[in-house]
């Protein structure tokens, strides 16, 4: 059944909106109402007139009739002049709205090429156009009625003139309602367009009505009343009592009901759309789109509404557009901000990376061996620059071995780093004694740091005889591998922070000591033992000890490694909290032995015993490889033996260590000289002349080059 009435009403619906496209390009924009309006009221009004008349007549007179349809084709006619139907004929209407409207529009759709007054003039016209319509009804009326009183007077002359009058009354009200509802309906989406237009063109669209819903209901009312006045008045006349009598009245009721049905949904369909379009911008607008809303209705409590949401809507889109503007603002400053704190993080970083790199050259990565004494050094600050530091210092026949810890990190306490190095390296030159050195440093150090800042320290004394003289301001104890008895002490004295306060002079005090061959002398700081892993335990002094008992065999600095390595396997995920840093100080096992050949190779080699030479040579490498003097010792041999290509190697990774010493760079000219590379060799020979023109072998050289 839907399918069928489907089937059959859409092709009946797009037939009329054809209809109406033509009719409106044909009669304008303003005349194309009338086919329906006048077809809608038409109906409405025949079918009342009808059903009052032919229940007081007993048949309709064919000249009644034709003056009917005669009345109503000079409305028709009149209705078109009126609204410019004709205007494609030349003939124009002598209504001035009429022809405005609709020179505003083209073929139906509204110019937009207009002026702001223009449009606001056009929403008026449009709003009070049903109203308009429903003022000519009584016109309409008259005309039809005058038709048909004329046929009465001049051929019907049946006497029924008054009750022709009376069916007019009656019908006024059904034609004037049907007028007005189909005609604003008709141009309820104009109205929206003309809104919008306005809207687009930044003024607001004014708040136009036509009238009140009260009216409309009365109108409802009205009709009922008359429904029942006639429905009565049938069941008064001769009509009840004939044949058939109640069967038309059942009819005509049924007819009259259909009609107030008609209208009633044609009344309430605007204020349902009125509803509906409120609704959906409603939704939209809490979706946070914008609700382009631009109400149809012309009654005036619907219009009130929809102009005060309107109203709502637009403060709530500009309270959200300016609140998003101020976003907007607030992003690019925030941008801006944010591009000016990368630039500044970018210097920054490159400054501190340039204090990362003069830290670098502070702290020694790796150390040349002093006599026994190897040095393993483990150095990874938290950050780029660190607050730990170590220092190795030579001084006649000792060495001083430094560690220290600042509080805090980062730059604060690299800066305070730097200071301190140069303090201990001062104070050191002044003095034999760690604890001396401590008092110094603390004193100097006390007057410059003026935050809450302080460091902790091991300072230890080796001279060349392996006996050690220590001081610990409050750092870690040092470990003292004995290789003999394979056990560790634990080093520590008296004395407090350094930096602190100047009272803390008078704590520090020092102790004695004495290594061996084989022995090893571990310094090392907090960020080592504190360490955390993934469960929380600490990597701890014990795991440390292990360690350096496990591989007391190796070198110091393979030693260091091995700690560094089980230190990041042991935290695993967990980040490095404090900077780590460790000073390992072994004695070679074999120092003595080693001292005994390696004079023992000296003696050779100026005997020229070049072959015994070459094989203590041999012996030397294997004892102690590390050892600084044994490239150069190396060089001198194999000149000897004429082996030039090992010869300048030798010399040249001597030269690593010891960049411009004389006694290299002269033999790496005599190397030059025996190989015939004469240009390199005078290079070199002109450099030692600038240097000393007066040394003996510099000038034997010259005259070899002459």
Not at 292 to 306: G, M, N, W
Not at 452 to 474: E, G, H
Request: hydrophobic share 45%; proline share 3%; net charge neutral.
């Amino acid at each position: 059944m839907c399918v069928w009435v489907a089937t059959v009403i859409a092709p009946l619906l797009q037939a009329y909106r054809s209809l109406t496209r033509f009719a409106t390009w044909v009669v304008g924009f303003y005349a194309a109402p009338l086919l329906h309006v006048v077809f809608t009221s038409v109906i409405a009004a025949a079918g009342f007139a009808y059903g009052f008349a032919r229940g007081h007549l007993p048949e309709l007179n064919v000249y009644i009739t034709e003056s009917l349809l005669l009345g109503l084709v000079i409305i028709v006619i009149i209705e078109v002049y009126l609204n410019d139907g004709f205007h494609r004929l030349g003939i124009r209407t002598f209504i001035p709205r009429v022809r405005f409207v609709n020179s505003m529009f083209e073929d139906g759709r509204l110019k937009i090429d207009r002026e702001v007054r223009d449009y606001q003039k056009l929403l008026n016209y449009l709003t009070d156009f049903g109203k308009n319509r429903a003022l000519y009804g009584p016109f309409h009326v008259a005309v039809v009625i005058a038709t048909v009183l004329v046929a009465e007077y001049f051929f019907v002359h049946s006497g029924h003139g008054g009750l022709y009058l009376q069916t007019a009354i009656v019908t006024l009200p059904i034609h004037v309602l049907f007028v007005y509802v189909t005609a604003d309906l008709h141009m309820g989406k104009y109205r929206s367009l003309v809104k919008r237009q306005l809207f687009f063109m930044g003024h607001e669209p004014p708040n136009e009505y036509s009238i009140s819903l009260k009216l409309k209901f009365a109108s409802i009312l009205l009709v009922i009343a008359l429904s029942d006045y006639i429905l009565i008045s049938l069941l008064r006349s001769e009509m009840a009592k004939s044949t058939g009598g109640y069967t038309y009245i059942i009819g005509f009721s049924a007819f009259s009901l259909a009609l107030l049905m008609v209208l009633t949904v044609l009344f309430f369909s605007s204020i349902f759309a009125s509803i509906k379009e409120l609704q959906l911008a409603a939704t939209s607008l809490q979706e946070g789109h914008d609700p382009d809303f631009y109400s149809q209705t012309s009654d005036q409590e619907l219009a009130t509404l929809s102009s005060g949401f309107f109203h709502a809507a637009q403060k709530v889109l500009n309270y959200r557009r300016d609140l998003e503007q101020q976003i907007r603002e607030a992003t690019a400053h925030l941008s801006e901000a944010n591009a000016e704190l990368q630039q500044k993080d970018k210097e920054i970083q490159t400054e501190l990376d340039f204090a990362a790199e003069i830290q670098k050259e502070m702290i020694p990565h790796r150390h040349a061996p002093w006599n026994a004494l190897q040095f393993g050094i483990l150095y990874e600050p938290m950050q780029k620059v660190s607050g730990d530091f170590l220092n190795i210092y030579k001084k006649d026949k000792a060495i001083f071995a430094l560690l220290a810890d600042v509080s805090g990190h980062g730059v604060p306490a690299a800066l305070i780093t730097m200071a301190a190095n140069d303090a201990f390296g001062a104070a050191i030159r002044h003095s034999e004694s760690p604890a001396a050195v401590f008092r110094e440093v603390n004193t100097q150090l006390s007057e410059q740091i003026k935050t809450q800042d302080y460091l902790t320290a091991f300072l230890v004394r080796i001279d060349d005889k392996l006996r050690i003289t220590y001081a610990n301001a409050s750092h870690q104890k040092a470990l003292h591998y004995r290789r003999k008895r394979n056990t560790i002490e634990a080093y520590d004295t008296n004395g407090l922070f350094i930096g602190a306060m100047a009272d803390a002079t008078d704590t520090y005090e020092e102790k004695t000591s004495k290594l061996e061959y084989g022995d090893m002398l571990v310094i090392f700081t907090d960020g080592i033992t504190e360490q955390v892993n993934e469960a929380g335990e600490e990597f701890g002094l014990a795991r440390l000890q292990e360690i350096v008992m496990q591989n007391h065999e190796r070198s110091a600095q393979q030693i260091a490694d091995a700690v560094r390595d089980q230190l990041h396997s042991f935290a695993g995920s967990s980040r490095i909290r404090d900077d780590v840093s460790m000073l390992i100080i072994s004695v070679h096992p074999q120092y003595r032995q080693f001292i005994e050949k390696f004079n023992e190779t000296v003696g050779a080699m100026k005997k020229r015993m070049v072959t015994d030479s070459a094989r203590l040579l041999e012996d030397l490498w294997k004892m102690y490889p590390e050892f600084p003097a044994l490239p150069f010792l190396s060089a001198r041999i194999y000149y000897q033996l004429q082996e030039y290509e090992l010869a300048e190697k030798h010399v040249k990774l001597h030269l690593e260590k010891i960049p411009g010493d004389v006694r290299a760079t002269q033999l790496l000219a005599a190397i030059a000289i025996k190989t015939g590379n004469r240009s390199r060799a005078a290079n070199l020979v002109n450099r030692l002349t600038k240097a000393n023109a007066e040394d003996k072998i510099t000038q034997h050289l010259s005259k070899k080059l002459q």
